[in-house]
């Protein structure tokens, strides 16, 4: 994919040279054809490309190539860079309250970084569920059919599972899946509401069961308030 003027590739994509050969003027298209393509990466020897390649290491290549006709007329040796990424984008889950975000960014290894392409997650669902699900982006966010990051969720009481990704343009991080297991309480209750220092209490929510020791941090709404008994 061309991000900017560059082109980004990872090292599975199929590289591959074509030429036009002219013939009594230059762009007519008419010549005998080109018969042999010649390239070289990074200052090497050249080599005869007889079907697609690929470039393995990261970072940006320099590919020089020429094609030469069926009466061995040799054209000029012209230049491209290529920059090959193979670093995934970092993808972080935050949360204000019962609001849910999700942002990435494309770190810049070896020199390159072809940028964040697309962020992708799924509520209550796995991706394995997911196959032969048509895209629909009208479908509700979140879900198989659209699993396209656009801004921040709600969840609602209870727990979940987000399972979440991004990809970069070069595609890298479109297999790389990860899951936060959430649990969002409401109907709490406190016993006692209130005390002294040291007096023991007890946190209680359906579902949630009831805890209680020496350090517990527990988000009321939003507030994250910690809570501590001695």
Known sequence: VVVGTQLFVNPSTGLM????????TAGDGQGTGPLLHYYSVDGSSFALSSSTFQLSGEGR???????IDGFGNVEITRSSYVAVDL????????STGTSF????????SSGVASGVESI?????????????VAENPAAPPGTCANIAYAG????????????Y??????????????????????????????GPIGQPFEIANPGLGSSSGTKTRVKFGTVLAPLSSW
Not at 101 to 108: E, G, R, T, V, W
Not at 153 to 163: E, K, N
């Open 17 to 24: 040279l074509s030429a036009v050969d002219d013939g009594a």
């Open 61 to 67: 290549h320099e590919l020089r190539y020429f094609s």
């Open 87 to 94: 670093a995934p984008p970092s993808v972080v889950l935050a």
């Open 101 to 108: 975000s999700l942002s990435a960014q494309d770190p810049i």
């Open 120 to 132: 992708f997650y799924l509520v209550d669902t796995t991706p394995e569920s997911c196959d032969g």
């Open 152 to 163: 921040p969720f709600t969840l609602a009481p209870g727990s979940h599972t987000v399972v």
């Open 165 to 194: 990704g991004a990809a970069d343009f070069a595609r890298n991080g479109e297999d790389i899946l990860y899951s936060t297991s959430v649990f969002i309480a409401s109907n709490f209750a406190i016993t006692p509401s209130q």
